[in-house]
Every structure is written in structure tokens, then in C-alpha cells.
């Protein structure tokens, strides 16, 4: 089992930076995919950003975030982090952070490949 808790999340303004920590205990990191995803208001929650916690360490953004975004992991602390800047208004979600132990390259940003979820920390950016 592994349990995940994100903070952080907040209200902001456009153009503001937030970062986002997700604590993870239980499982070892050993060989996890880690992701994070976002679920707006009515709409579908969608692949953010995760890496692969194997050899590789490949990591993946969504285009909508690429170069204001960035995944990053703290192997002492058990905990993955998602430094976010340059915020827009359409960046406002609830972030969920999530594992998954069986994955592959093609697969890791896709939300049914995830079995571990975490409750999700609020982002808010005003206009």
C-alpha cells in the first residue's frame, strides 16, 4: 500500500508560482511511476506531469504546462514536488498526485494506469 498527501495548493494571481509537495509513505519509491494530475470544474482530470522512478528517471509534461512546470522528487524525504510558475487562470484545479507500480512509457501519463491517489490539494489563479 502506499498512502499519498499533497499540500500547498492556494489561491493566487496570474503569474504567481506555487509549489505543490506530495508525501508519500507505505511502498517503497523503488521502481514508481509518480504522477500528477488536475481535475477542473466539469471536466475530466488530466495527465500534469510525472516521472519514472526507475533507471531512466524520464520525465513527462502535458504541452499546456511545458516550461512552467517542472516534477521533481526528494528521495530522503519520500516526497515528489510540483514547482509551477508563470500560472494562468486556466491552471485552476483540484492537483491530485498519484503512484502506480506497473507502467510503461506509453502508458505513465494515462490515469487508469495509477492504483494509489492521493485527495488532492486545491489551485486557485485569479485573473
Known amino acids: 500500500q502506499v498512502q499519498l498527501v499533497e499540500s500547498g495548493g492556494g489561491l493566487v494571481q496570474a503569474g504567481d508560482s506555487l509549489r505543490l509537495s506530495c508525501a508519500a509513505s507505505?511502498?517503497?519509491?523503488?521502481?514508481?511511476?509518480m504522477g500528477w494530475f488536475r481535475q477542473a470544474p466539469g471536466k475530466e482530470r488530466e495527465f500534469v506531469a510525472a516521472?519514472?522512478?526507475?533507471?531512466?528517471?524520464?520525465?513527462y509534461y502535458t504541452d499546456s504546462v511545458k516550461g512552467r512546470f517542472t516534477i521533481s522528487r526528494d528521495n530522503a524525504e519520500n516526497t515528489v514536488y510540483l514547482q509551477m510558475s508563470s500560472l494562468k487562470p486556466e491552471d485552476t484545479a483540484v492537483y491530485h498526485c498519484?503512484?502506480?507500480?506497473?507502467?510503461?512509457?506509453?502508458?505513465?501519463?494515462?490515469?487508469?494506469?495509477?492504483?494509489?491517489w492521493g485527495r488532492g490539494t486545491q489551485v486557485t489563479v485569479s485573473s
Open positions: 498519484a503512484a502506480t507500480y506497473r507502467y510503461t512509457i506509453n502508458t505513465i501519463t494515462k490515469t487508469t494506469t495509477y492504483e494509489y
Open positions: 507505505g511502498r517503497t519509491f523503488s521502481g514508481r511511476g
Open positions: 516521472f519514472s522512478w526507475r533507471s531512466d528517471s524520464t520525465v
